[in-house]
């Protein structure tokens, strides 16, 4: 065999050899810094079933909207205060039992830690107390009550 003819034969093998070193997995340190330095991009998805998704303008929570719901009297008596229907924070609806013979609707407000309405032209002021405060016997022991006329007016969970 001739030098051109060996130098043929070995000359794509030499080629190949060359080509994988190349592939030889050798890594530019200077790329990879790149990389590394660079944060990763993350996209920001709305979940709606989130638990804080649409709170951002929700109104602070007051604690008269923990009143919210039907207080029982004695003798089919209550007092069943709802959120208003104009949704503005601290306004209530109030249905009030006070007399076997009355049954109205109020229109609420809150001022302060109590709730204030005007029945029979005169200011009522809702407020928390006890089973004790609202002056029936029917009512006494329970803790959970809201006082209208100490004495006279409460109602009770």
């Known amino acids: 065999m001739n030098r051109n003819a060996a130098a ?9 050899v060359a080509a994988l070193g190349g592939c030889s997995g ?14 990763p991009e993350v996209e ?11 709170n951002e303008d929700a109104p602070e929570r007051l ?29 209530y609806a109030i249905a009030n039992r006070d007399t076997l013979d009355r ?15 005007t029945r029979d032209g005169k200011d009522v002021t809702i407020r928390p107390g006890s089973g004790e405060e609202t002056g029936f016997k029917y009512l006494a022991g329970k803790s959970d009550c809201l006082i209208l006329v100490p004495g006279r007016e409460g109602y009770c969970r």
């Open 26 to 39: 050798a890594v530019d340190d200077q790329a990879a810094a790149n990389n590394v330095a660079q944060a």
């Open 103 to 117: 049954q109205a609707d109020y229109a609420g407000v809150r001022e302060g830690a109590a709730i204030r309405f």
């Open 63 to 91: 604690p008269t909207d923990d009143w919210v719901g039907r207080w029982t009297g004695p003798e089919g008596l209550f007092l069943d205060i709802q959120p208003s229907p104009n949704g503005k924070p601290g306004h």
């Open 8 to 16: 043929a034969l070995l000359m794509p093998m030499l080629l190949g």
């Open 44 to 54: 920001a998805i709305d979940d709606p079933d989130s638990p804080r998704a649409g």
